[in-house]
């Protein structure tokens, strides 16, 4: 039989599956929804050229352990919509979402989600009087019993609990204060920023605990990234891989190499899929820094969580050739598409190094 080059190739893509799910991907075709664990970027300002539409913000689908995860919204729901039927993102069937902090690049796109998606939950932080909501009890303010009932809140008698409106008054918010496990290992770390320019701003960060460390996704970090993945270390002290915005977008050089340093020499972080407004110098000082541990996350990309992540993109957004993928023949194609799908969304996806 004439051997073929592809053949070589099919090999080496195989080599690149998660640990253990390559022997096992066609067997399990039909339980793939359960095995995922990627990170999929619907929401941001860079990436590779696309059918999706680049904005200023952020949003991420994170599915894990059955699990599907909204990781904040972005700034236009218009624009999330569109990235999420490009990326083939039904975000009619989610799990729960956090909406990492207040700001509108981060929450903005929340009315096309309450649009396919009415009911679902919403992890929020609790902050006094809200965006998202607040609730004070009843006996929080001074009462003077010397009044008449029509001069006192209430008539005199106020409820235990008064709940205070949201801008999305019928979404089902649910108010996080402290760090707190929402399902298991799945964690939910509040932090509130101590900066200048966000003081008392409260957020959240998604953190995972996963057999190979903490998948840790941040919206922009402003309390300062360093102290998220100290508070992220208290549950699992290795950390796999960060992904999400670092908050340096307008940081000085030295500034930059503190973190970096710190989060390589200090932290041990595993690997680093930085986004949104972590900034185009840390972009570069992170490259510099990790090297090959550098996961690039541009809008559209999907991360595929195993014990070297690596990303994924559409066929138009890879360079096919480093695979050796323009070698194959039609049914060696068809069988690396189908080995290398793994359950994600479109049936034209490649393993993408970036090489840029």
Known sequence: MK?????????????????????????????????????????????????????????????????RILFDTGDNPDILA????????????????????????????????????????????????????????????????SLPPEQ???????PEVIKFGSAW?????????KTTEIASGIHLIALVSDKPTTLELRELSLAIDTPDGIVLIVGCSHPGIEKIVEAASSINKRIYIIAGGFHLVVATDPEVEQVVT????????DYVAPGHCTGEPTFAALRKAFGQHYVYAGLGSTIVLAPTPRSIAKANQATASAMGADNMDGDDLRSYRMLLSNGHDHEDTVVAYDHE
Request: glycine fraction near 10%.
């Open 82 to 145: 569109k990235n999420a039927k490009a990326k083939g993102a039904d975000l009619s069937k989610l799990d729960f979402v956090v909406m990492s902090h207040r700001h509108g690049d981060h929450m903005g796109g929340l009315d096309y989600v309450l649009s396919v998606n009415p009911k679902v939950k919403i992890y929020a932080p609790r902050e006094n009087f809200g965006v998202y909501g607040f609730s004070l009890a009843g006996s929080f303010y001074r009462k003077d019993e």
């Open 169 to 177: 008054p019928r979404a089902n918010f649910e108010l996080i204060e």
């Open 262 to 269: 710190g989060l390589r020499d200090t932290w041990k972080v």
């Open 3 to 67: 051997s073929k080059p592809s053949v070589l190739c099919l090999v080496a893509a195989l080599t690149l599956l998660p640990m253990g799910r390559a022997a096992t991907n066609l067997q399990s075709a039909a339980h793939t929804d359960a095995k995922k664990a990627e990170i999929a970027i619907l929401y941001d300002a860079f990436g590779k050229p696309s059918t999706m539409e680049k904005d200023w913000g952020f949003a991420a689908l994170i599915e894990y352990g059955g699990k």
């Open 152 to 158: 006192r809140y209430y008539d005199g008698t106020p």
